[in-house]
């Protein structure tokens, strides 16, 4: 039995819960993730939003890799511009040697509007910004000097890990999907139908065919003892998450796994986000053909005590299942 956690650190008032605390309990999660064998811990990053989204997620990153040992942990995604390159590559660089070489990385134009108001940059800029900062981070990483912006820059010390963290690129759409077979090393798309892009693009450069979308449906799953009232306790959040990310995507018709719903009955409906009883869950887990799980423990503000209920849950009634 495999997993992987994710954070994105929303924390809207109905949470009754503070900054400071959620903070503190997403560390001791990857504590207790990687005590348990978990594969990668994600990070994400907006900037500006109501609910006090994640705008740094490289401090949070380094606080995690300094509690753990062997989980890998990336950064999805690192939105290109509203960063200079040099710092930002700097600043990887710092964690990367932290984490004795446990990062990897995302790279993204960003699609919020009021982000690029907040940063005055313009939204045109976009694939520039993207091309240059996965250009200059790979560059960085390789620990030699180099040409930037028309002059020879080192940056030092070099990473702990050969040419530094795997620098990807996120988004979707096509564009974006093609770009990253021709500057990145892989392509983490939104959905899984925005994959197909990339790998076209990647065997038109004369590589080989890097197969099937690494990823599948968009799906939160939690765990409760009774999971009708334990949807009663969760949904909330996953209606605020949903909702968060639906307003803006729903700005340009973004392709997006997220949408704006009605109320927590018509999201139930959707089958995106889900609570199990442990036993159930390992009933589902036993069918499939590879028994992983994504869990996003504080999804859309979920208090940490109920976060943490789901957590032990599947730690003392589900991994021993599959011991």
């Known amino acids: 039995m495999f997993f992987a956690m994710r954070f994105d650190m929303r924390n809207p008032t109905l949470a009754g819960t503070t900054m400071a605390d959620r903070y503190t309990a997403a560390i001791d999660m990857a504590a207790w993730a990687d005590r348990l064998g978990c594969l990668n811990i994600t990070l994400s990053e907006h900037h500006g939003s109501p609910d006090g989204y994640l705008a740094s997620p490289i401090p ?14 990336m950064i999805a995604a690192i939105i290109a511009p509203f960063h200079d390159p040099l710092r930002i590559a700097e600043d990887l660089i710092a964690v990367d040697i932290l984490s004795r070489g446990r990062v990897d990385v995302v790279v993204a134009g960003g699609y919020v ?43 030092t010390p070099a990473p702990f890990s050969e040419r530094g963290p795997s620098v990807m690129l996120g988004g979707s759409s096509e564009p974006a999907a093609r770009r990253a077979a021709r500057i990145a090393d892989g392509f983490l798309p939104s959905l899984p139908e925005i994959w197909d892009f990339y790998r076209d693009e990647v065997q038109v450069l004369g590589r080989p065919d890097p197969g099937p979308s690494p990823i599948g449906e968009n799906q939160v799953i939690a765990l409760a ?17 949903t909702n968060a990310y639906g307003t803006w995507a729903a700005q340009d018709d973004v392709a997006s796994p997220f949408h704006a719903i009605a109320d ?9 986000y889900r609570v199990l009883t442990p036993d159930q869950f390992v009933e589902e887990m036993r069918a499939a053909p590879f028994p992983f799980a994504l869990f996003h423990p504080l999804c859309g503000g979920m208090p940490p005590e109920l976060a943490w209920s789901s957590l032990h849950l599947f730690e003392h009634e589900v991994l021993p299942a599959f011991a």
Do not use: C, S
């Open 60 to 73: 949070i990153l380094a606080a995690m890799a300094a509690r753990t040992a062997n989980v890998r942990f």
């Open 113 to 155: 509007h009021e982000e690029f108001a907040m940063f005055d940059v313009p939204m045109k800029e976009r694939g520039k910004r993207v091309t240059e900062l996965v250009t200059t981070l790979k560059a960085a990483f390789a620990g030699e000097p180099f040409e930037y912006r028309g002059r020879t820059v080192q940056l």
């Open 225 to 241: 003892a009774d999971a009708d009232e334990g949807w009663d306790r969760m949904a909330p959040f996953f209606l605020h998450e």
């Open 264 to 272: 927590t009955d018509a999201l139930r409906r959707t089958g995106q």
